[in-house]
């Protein structure tokens, strides 16, 4: 019941976007927020919201150059300053569980590893030309794997293009005369190289990786009970943006959701 009671807790104060900052907590208390923290989104990313905008404040340095943190706008009237609500978390159980995450105004990542340790996540962002790009990856003891959302074709193996192909006959062409020249084969896997005093390489032989995931164990440092931890917070975020290109990459965005 108590599990429960603090789960609602949780779920009602990650909804109302309160920040959360808890140190030294039990695992199983942390473990309540890992949990809850899945409502950010893994495979669900959304992007910080945008809050407003302005014109850039003014500001001048000594030659009386019109200045935005730092960097010299000659055309200030060519840009705004928006604002985002950005945000981020995360949370470690003490145990190995750990879950993080944060979101911008154009990308956004969400990772999780678990009691067992497998880890699995998502990321998020605006490709150039207005398109997200979205990956899934999970890594366990078989290994890294992904998926993500680019077009079939983009994702068969590189070939190689004629002047390559070219490139390479005549590289080897003049590999083979010059080692012919010099009374060397260039090959070391050729009959002439496998001979008694010879350097014979071996056929590699394949195995699978498989990787063990060894038991947490602690240092000397660490005494007492494991504690866990688990922040989450909201900040706003200014971002200086050109009229001009904020246009096309919305332009860019419209053309793309359509086609979608």
């Not at 990321?123 to 979205?134: A, C, E, I, L, S």
């Not at 590189?158 to 006959?169: G, H, M, S, Y």
């Amino acid at each position: 019941m108590k599990c429960f009671i603090l789960a609602a807790l949780l779920l009602a104060t990650l909804a109302s976007g309160e920040n959360i900052f808890k140190i030294n907590i039990t695992p199983e208390e942390a473990q309540q927020f890992l949990n809850s923290a899945q409502l950010r989104g893994i495979g669900d990313i959304e992007y910080a919201p945008k809050t407003g905008e302005n014109p850039l404040p003014e500001a001048r340095n000594e030659q009386g150059q019109f200045v935005y943190m730092g960097r010299v706008i000659e055309h200030p009237e060519d840009y705004v300053e928006e604002h985002y609500d950005a945000h981020q978390y995360h949370g470690q159980d003490g145990l190995g569980q750990f879950a993080y995450g944060y979101k911008d105004w154009n990308q956004g990542k969400n990772e999780r590893r678990d009691e067992t340790g497998k880890v699995t996540g998502s990321y998020k962002y605006v490709q150039p030309h207005g398109r997200d790009f979205v990956a899934n990856y999970y890594a366990d003891k078989t290994g890294f794997h992904v998926e993500d959302n680019r077009p079939a074709h983009l994702k068969l193996p590189a070939t190689k293009t004629p002047a390559v192909l070219k490139a390479e006959e005549e590289h080897f062409k003049l590999w083979g005369e010059l080692a012919a020249a010099a009374g060397h084969n260039p090959d070391p896997y050729a009959a002439e190289y496998q001979q008694e005093g010879r350097y014979q390489p071996a056929e590699p032989e394949y195995q699978p990786y498989v990787h063990e995931e060894q038991p947490y164990v602690p240092g000397p440092e660490e005494t007492g009970e494991p504690k866990g931890f688990f922040y989450a917070f909201d900040y706003n975020v200014p971002l200086l943006r050109n009229k001009e290109e904020r246009a096309e990459l919305e332009r860019l965005r419209a053309v793309n959701n359509k086609d979608e």
